[in-house]
């Protein structure tokens, strides 16, 4: 599966965003689903992750509250709505697939996921 994500830009703190994963070349609903986040210096870290229906999500605890991943199967399509951004939160945002069996979303190692998108930037000004 190919992945195209789009939607990031520049906020001010206590703003919100909406990223977009679109999907194309394979069975989207075959895919967990996943968004991490790479901000300059650091790690790789997990973001959210939703399961095939849509019906499990799991986030990281630092963003749970304000974070809101969801799927539109019939668009293929991801979504992370983002609101009460931090300074903090500024980084590159990655939409990542695995083709699964499984309907548990408890997944947030870079390892669980084999497809990637390019990542689409997000700057949150204090």
């Known amino acids: 599966v190919q992945l195209q994500a789009s939607g990031g830009g520049l906020v001010q703190a206590g703003g919100s965003l909406r990223l977009s994963c679109a999907a194309s070349g394979g069975t989207f609903t075959r895919y967990r689903m996943g968004w991490f986040r790479q901000a300059p210096g650091k790690e790789r870290e997990f973001v959210a992750t939703i399961n095939r229906s849509g019906s499990s999500k799991y986030y990281h605890h630092s963003v749970e509250g304000r974070f809101t991943i969801s799927r539109d199967n019939a668009k293929n399509t991801l979504y992370l709505q983002m609101n009460s951004l931090k300074p903090e939160d500024t980084a590159v945002y990655y939409c990542?697939?695995?083709?699964?069996?499984?309907?548990?979303?408890?997944?947030?190692?870079?390892?669980?996921?084999?497809?990637w998108g390019q990542g689409t930037q997000v700057t949150v000004s204090s």
């Open positions: 990542a697939a695995e083709a699964t069996a499984s309907s548990s979303s408890y997944y947030y190692r870079s390892q669980d996921f084999g497809s």
